[in-house]
């Protein structure tokens, strides 16, 4: 007889229904949901502690999860991210798969989801997106596919890898552990990939065809009109480009750069070529180019200063106003550099440069006057800036932004592969891994605490912190155990293909709404028990555990690769639903197929 459930755990029940449905109806913000849900655990378990507690301890529950080690985690990888966005250490993998994506968005994507499938098979699944996530952002920006299309997909594609060995994830370790203290036989890496695998293709096409365009566009777009800078580009004397043809290197560079009056002949160091383009667009040039759009001795003495003040180099647009000294001079007669220790890498004029060709060809020869109005593409150090600004008495403009700290590439690529090897070999745990990186990170330059808030995301972390609260409440109320037992009364009278959807389907609303590690540790002692019951070999019950527990795609709280990329991707707990139950449905059906031909059910 199936006795009825505590109060605590009916209360528990209901907190993360209400927490479900206030994410899903998005008419309050995440992090109020998120906020909320906590507020009521800490309040209802002060006042009604759980059995053999202390209201205090009902707090420190509800509270727990902003001290849990997977929010630290979450931060520190995500610190870790950063550093490698900020030192532009992941460029070649980006430009790699830009020139990919150039020639096809959705084999590009067909392509990368499929990588990032088999890498998370060998690797833990968290650090193989953590790896991917910023590339994928670059991307973004780069014009491929926008991140909200891509990084769901891309998150579902490293589950589903992660799912095929038993090191892929900390879960499939963890059930393999419980069945092997149970009594079933150990299972070997590689002991059901092919069930996984031939999921894994039935689930590809909706991951790849149908997932993206269930999602949002969720970029914010400038509606405002795009500053285009004209720039004077030195082809440098020692640089890989010397002696090709530039019509050979015109495909490489970003679409809205423009060469005005391009050389026939092989490029010579020091040739000068005339380009516009955006901020962004130059300054792509001139990495692909390798050339300068200033003057080599004052671009060396703005890196060396910052290297010796530990700062960034930043560039931003400056207005030329009317009380300027600059009115009538050309460039070289400004004295800018000597003065103040900046460089113009541009210059771009309201008027579109109405004068025509002599306008930029004076601009090519360093005759061009500056006049009121023009806008300045200006490159040095703060400090600097700020004085050239309040010197010559220019307007400092929107636009700022920090170049990437080239010289610290390679060693924010070392500590994060550090990590990840040792994070995947289980070295160490994923949260030392981390945290040890993170603060390497800091230690080297390669992140600086006065930026680490840009890495981080309110929205997550508060996310995170009531997702473990829940998670918490539903183990200690036992209303965990009295779901599973509830199921086990239930599946007598099922066919045993049916019972093992049914486990499937009931550790993955667990692991959904509680945690991997809960689902888990409920779900397999149930299916040892359901299978002495209903006479069933065990293993293919423990196999719908491990798969079940790792279909965490309907939920942002299901896992902290799910919440590494909300906000990124500027995602909404609606869209985890929306995109995440096709996914859930598909390949829980397709697994208990699998399952039931392979063990003969």
Request: glycine fraction near 8%; include cysteine; aromatic fraction near 6%.
């Amino acid at each position: 007889m199936l006795e009825a459930p505590s109060f605590h755990a009916v209360a528990a029940m209901i907190v993360t229904v209400a927490m479900f449905l206030g994410f899903a109806r998005s008419k309050l913000s995440t992090e109020i949901v998120s906020l909320m849900t906590i507020a009521v655990i800490a309040v209802f378990l002060y006042f009604f502690p759980l059995p053999d507690t202390q209201p205090t301890d009902g707090l420190a529950l509800a509270f727990s999860g902003f001290g849990h080690y997977a929010l630290i985690t979450i931060c520190a990888l995500m610190i870790m991210g950063r550093g490698l966005v900020v030192s532009g250490a992941l460029e070649p993998a980006a430009r790699a798969l830009e020139q990919l994506f150039k020639w096809n968005l959705q084999i590009g994507l067909l392509v990368s989801l499929v990588a990032a499938m088999f890498l998370s098979m060998a690797v833990n699944d968290t650090p193989v997106l953590v790896l991917l996530l910023p590339i994928f952002v670059s991307l973004a920006a780069r014009g491929a596919l926008p991140a909200s299309k891509t990084l769901i997909p891309l998150n579902a594609a490293v589950l589903i890898g992660g799912m095929a060995t038993t090191i892929g994830t900390s879960t499939n370790i963890l059930v393999v552990s419980i069945a092997s203290d149970l009594g079933l036989p150990e299972m070997g890496v590689f002991h059901y990939t092919p069930i996984v695998l031939f999921a894994a293709a039935i689930a590809l096409p909706y991951l790849w065809l149908v997932m993206p365009r269930l999602l949002k566009d969720n970029r914010q777009e400038d509606t405002r009109p795009r500053r285009r800078f004209q720039a004077r580009l030195r082809v440098s004397e020692d640089g890989p480009l010397t002696g090709e043809l530039l019509s050979d290197i015109l495909p490489r560079l970003s679409g809205d750069v423009v060469v005005h009056d391009p050389p026939t002949a092989e490029l010579q160091p020091q040739q000068r070529l005339l380009i516009s383009g955006t901020q962004e667009g130059i300054e792509d040039a001139m990495r692909t180019l390798r050339g300068e759009a200033a003057p080599d001795w004052v671009l060396s003495r703005i890196r060396r200063q910052a290297g010796a003040r530990n700062e960034d180099v930043i560039v931003v647009e400056m207005a030329v106003t009317a009380d300027s000294r600059l009115i009538g001079r050309t460039l070289p007669s400004s004295g800018i550099a000597d003065l103040y220790g900046v460089a113009v890498l541009g210059v771009h004029r309201p008027d579109r440069w109405a004068g025509g060709q002599n306008e930029l060809t004076d601009y090519a020869e360093g005759d061009l006057r500056f006049a009121e109005g023009d806008v300045l593409m200006v490159t040095g150090l703060r400090a600097e800036l700020e004085e050239f600004a309040r010197g010559d008495s220019l307007l400092m403009l929107e636009g700022m932004r920090e170049l990437p700290r080239r010289s610290k590439a390679l060693l924010s690529a070392v500590i994060m592969g550090g990590a990840i090897f040792t994070a995947s070999i289980g070295l160490f745990p994923i949260a030392i891994s981390a945290l040890a990186g993170a603060i390497l990170m800091f230690l080297t330059g390669c992140v600086k605490f006065d930026r680490v808030g840009r890495a981080l995301s309110a929205k997550v972390i508060v996310l995170v912190a009531a997702s473990i609260a829940v998670g918490s409440i539903i183990e200690a109320s036992g209303a965990a155990a009295w779901l599973g037992v509830t199921l086990s009364i239930g599946l007598s009278n099922l066919s045993p293909a049916l019972v093992l959807a049914a486990i499937m389907l009931f550790v993955t609303v667990l692991t959904n709404f509680a945690s991997n590690a809960t689902a888990a540790t409920v779900g397999t002692p149930i299916a040892f028990s359901i299978a002495t019951e209903l006479g069933l070999p065990p293993e293919p019950l423990v196999l719908a555990v491990l798969f079940g527990c790792n279909l965490c795609y309907a939920t942002p709280i299901a896992y902290q690769t799910n919440m590494l990329i909300m906000g990124e991707g500027s995602y909404e707990f609606s869209d985890y639903i929306r995109t995440g139950v096709p996914l859930v449905v598909i390949m829980v059906t397709t697994l208990s197929i699998l399952l039931a031909l392979t063990y003969r059910l």
